[in-house]
């Protein structure tokens, strides 16, 4: 047998293996070349590496905590998109105004273009290194913001696609995995820990985010000029839009309901306001976050030093791991990204991960909306705009704890056991969502209210877990000096997450809407429908379209006792991120230890020689 050996990405051995440098195994071979001008000596390759005085590794975690974060203020989009719904009718949406669905989609273009980004920029990111990609990435993030901002100030949708999703999605493509990969070249005997620590900043920039856009959001906004009560107008329609007698003009207006007061975070009065009156202050509280972040990831970029090639932790003692037979030990070494990705474990693993983070991504593209709307006609006094709001920070504290604490867990019992916990216990928790709403309209009582959110808090950690512990599993499988560009590739499963998560969630919220809608139609009184909203009710469906008929208006007019049906517009979403997490769980079942070929044959060959030395 020859035993001359092609590159081979695992060494099995039989003895302890040497310990050598981590960062022979963890780092690219620095360029040698002399930095030349300022911007090389700034972010060139040579500025990546720390001298070989530098020991302190836990310094490094906060430029790259701060980079996550910054990045990570997507997840609170759900918040400034509830406003942008109504950037023209300020109270309530009109005709003008951008759908749910139009305006949660730049959180879906922000993680699809995350993850093929990550995925074709990858080798170039190792190419070059963390800072010139964190430098590129501030560019690309503070300007798609402010590109949005613009766009939601001129209401030019495509604007706010190109320059929030696309260029911020960018953004977050080149800076997500550099500051991953350097913790984790940082930490080789914490890896769980160290990109748990990376990740959990992105899982904290709602927090951030949250409270500093909504007082910027009140600080800039303009409140709309009002009329005065319904009653005291002369209402008709025109093209599904609703005019009142002002001065002998006709002005278009907009209704606003007791219900649509409550999810507004201002104190206003019932009644008529005058459409384009008022600004909600979206745009420039956008422009302001986007200055602020391209300052920080910028900042971040300038200290943020991947470790010398001799740094060693002290104590690192790298233990191998052993094959599913328990047989000889599984040394992972340098496993290339082109091989990891033709292996059935890397895909099985990115199914299971677009499944688990389908469901987390889905409830967050909503998650403001969707509180108030479920829960604000039945506990009123306690589901308010604000408190609709504070769920998105515990969502985003879910998310956040999840990253870090999961991630501890998984070093100590695998990260294998941590994934499956992930999906199985998701699944009785999606199915019982329903349950707990239920609960709530018929007992009018707040305990299934916070059951439902600890249900939704447990289900995001989960999500913040497998974003945070992924890049280790990935380790773990295919070795840590290319988990960089491998880690790239599988957010392209991010992506197909952040796809179909979202827009999953609004076609069965819509189609409920509607089917909500019709069933209503037929409890109300054609004379009272045309004195309402002065068309006859055979136009419902273009004043639907308009957003002049809602189900709230619905309501106002139909028989007393009608059974209000907003609070399980979401119930059917529940159950399908429960059958989500069926196969999620089942995918990840299948997900072996991976050994090349390579290997196989060479195992097999030294089982022949040693039994013929017996």
Request: aromatic letters at 10%; charged letters at 15%.
């Amino acid at each position: 047998l020859s035993w001359h050996r092609r590159s081979l990405n695992t060494r099995i051995v039989q003895q302890p293996p040497v310990i050598l440098s981590s960062q022979r195994l963890l780092s690219t071979t620095p360029d040698n070349k002399e930095p030349s001008g300022v911007f090389d000596r700034l972010f060139g390759l040579k500025s990546c590496e720390a001298s070989p005085d530098f020991k302190n590794r836990w310094l490094m975690v906060v430029p790259a905590f701060l980079t996550q974060m910054s990045i990570g203020s997507t997840y609170a989009w759900s918040l400034m998109g509830d406003a942008i719904t109504r950037e023209i009718g300020f109270v309530a949406p009109v005709a003008a105004d951008w759908s749910l669905t139009d305006a949660s989609l730049p959180l879906s273009l922000v993680f699809v273009v995350l993850g093929s980004s990550a995925a074709v920029l990858g080798p170039w990111q190792n190419a070059v290194g963390a800072r010139k990609a964190l430098f590129c990435s501030s560019i690309a993030f503070g300007g798609g913001l402010l590109l949005g901002a613009v766009g939601i100030h001129y209401h030019m949708l495509p604007l706010v696609y190109l320059g929030y999703g696309v260029l911020g999605g960018a953004g977050l493509g080149l800076g997500y995995t550099p500051p991953i990969q350097t913790l984790i070249q940082w930490f080789p005997d914490k890896k769980g820990l160290a990109s748990g620590m990376a990740i959990a900043g992105f899982g904290s920039g709602a927090l951030a985010f949250t409270p500093l856009a909504q007082q910027l959001m009140k600080h800039f906004a303009v409140m709309p000029e009002y009329l005065g009560p319904t009653k005291e107008f002369q209402l008709q329609t025109l093209d599904g839009k609703l005019f009142a007698e002002v001065n002998g003009r006709a002005v278009e207006v907009v209704e606003a309901l007791s219900a649509d007061i409550a999810r507004l975070p201002y104190d206003l009065a019932e009644g008529l306001y005058i459409v384009g009156s008022g600004s909600t202050g979206a745009a420039e509280a956008l422009a302001v976050l986007g200055g602020a972040y391209f300052a920080i990831i910028l900042g971040s970029a300038l200290t943020l030093k991947k470790p010398h090639s001799s740094f060693v932790p002290e104590g690192f003692n790298p233990v191998p791991t052993t094959d599913s037979k328990g047989g000889a030990a599984i040394v992972p070494v340098d496993v290339s990204m082109p091989e990891a990705i033709r292996s059935p474990q890397f895909h099985l693993l990115g199914l299971t991960f677009t499944c688990t983070a389908m469901g987390g991504l889905g409830i967050f593209s909503v998650a403001k909306p969707m509180m108030s709307e479920v829960f604000s006609g039945s506990l009123p006094a306690l589901v308010t705009s604000s408190f609709a709001a504070q769920y998105i920070l515990m969502l985003s504290m879910a998310n956040l704890g999840g990253r870090l604490g999961w991630a501890a867990v998984s070093d100590v019992i695998g990260r294998r056991k941590t994934f499956a916990l992930f999906t199985l216990a998701s699944v009785p928790l999606y199915l019982s969502l329903p349950y707990h709403i239920t609960s709530v309209v018929e007992q009018g009582s707040s305990l299934p209210l916070f059951a439902f959110i600890g249900s939704t808090i447990a289900c995001i950690s989960f999500m913040g877990g497998t974003y945070a512990i992924l890049p280790a599993y990935e380790s773990d499988l295919y070795g840590s000096k290319n988990v960089g560009p491998t880690h790239g590739v599988m957010m392209i499963y991010s992506a197909a997450a952040a796809l179909l998560g979202p827009n999953m969630l609004l076609y069965l919220r819509r189609m409920s809407e509607h089917t909500a809608i019709e069933n209503l139609l037929t409890t109300v009184s054609p004379e009272k429908f045309l004195q309402t909203f002065g068309a006859p009710i055979d136009q419902a469906s273009d004043l639907v379209a308009a957003k002049t008929v809602t189900i709230a208006k619905l309501l106002a007019i139909s028989p007393p006792g009608t059974l209000d049906p907003t609070p399980h517009l979401y119930d059917s979403t529940m159950y399908s991120m429960a059958g989500l997490m069926v196969i999620a769980s089942l995918a990840h079942a299948n997900v072996t230890p991976y050994v090349p070929k390579e290997v196989i044959v060479e195992a097999a060959a030294a089982k022949i020689e040693d039994s013929s030395k017996r």
